[in-house]
Each structure stands twice: as C-alpha cells, then as structure tokens.
C-alpha cells in the first residue's frame, strides 16, 4: 500500500483526484489480499463476471462490467492465457462465448474467499453506516453520466 505519511494525504480541491486516489488504494488493498491466489481485483472480477453470466458474449461481460470492449480483451487474453478462460462457440462463429475451465473455478473459488476478507476489512475499517453512504454516492456519480 502506499506509504505516504498521513500528513501528505490532504484531500485535494479537485473532486476527481480525490475519488481517483481513493480508488488505488480499494485496487491496492484488494491486490494485496488476493495475491496469494494469483489474481488481482480486475482478473477476480472477470471471472466472477464470467461464472455468473454463463456462456457469454465479449460484448455482454463488457456491457455487465461496465468497460469498453478493448480494456476486456486484453485483461481476458491474459486469463485465457492462464488456462481460466475458454471459448466454447461453435467453430467459425461470429460470436465468442466465454465460460470457465476447471482451473478458473477452482481460482475462483480460492480467490472468492480473500476476496471476501477484503471486503471484511473495508466494511470494519468505514463502519456499515459509512460504507453504505459511500456505496450510495458512488452510486450517484456513476449515474452522473448517462
């Protein structure tokens, strides 16, 4: 995590450096307890993405997760890569379909349990209240563009 003295950390006047520099150290935490399984927070997310859409589209993982097609395929060729994602569309099919292998559910299932002592500490470390407020904005300023 960053080492920065707490002294160093006064909030910016700029609203969006301030929400860009709390979202490295959420990706930075959740990295750092999911290490051990190999993944970091976008890989997990990906195949988490995948398990619970079943067989699916490129474009519907990018429509779910909401990122452009082109930042998706490349964090899914390094998964694919690794032996945890395959396509199982028919040959010569326009349309690729994406599902796990055995070895992407099994790092799934390993990761989900860090992933979830990630998620542990964040809500120990803000407080149910104050996590759900911060859910709540964050769901405004995404809703901020349409």
């Known amino acids: 995590m960053n080492n920065m003295s707490s002294e160093n950390k006064t909030p910016s006047v700029c609203n969006c450096i301030n929400l860009r520099r709390a979202s490295l150290v959420m ?3 959740y990295d750092k ?3 051990p399984s190999g993944l970091n927070i976008n890989q997990f997310s990906l195949l988490r993405h995948i ?3 079943g067989p699916a589209s490129v474009s ?3 429509l779910k997760m909401r990122l452009d097609r ?3 395929v490349r964090n899914l060729k390094a998964m694919e890569q690794q032996g945890y994602v395959q396509d199982i569309a028919a040959k010569g ?3 690729r379909q994406l599902t796990l292998t055995e070895s992407g559910e099994a790092v799934l299932i390993a990761a989900g349990q860090l992933w979830d002592e ?3 500490s964040v809500e120990q470390s803000l407080g149910t209240e104050d996590l ?3 859910t709540s904005l964050l769901s405004k300023v995404e809703s901020m563009m349409p």
């Open 93 to 95: 099919s326009r349309s």
């Open 60 to 62: 519907d993982v990018a």
């Open 132 to 134: 759900a407020a911060l």
């Open 118 to 120: 990630a998620q542990n």
């Open 33 to 35: 307890y999911l290490a």
């Open 70 to 72: 082109t930042t998706l």
């Open 27 to 29: 990706t930075e935490l």
């Open 51 to 53: 398990d619970r859409l």
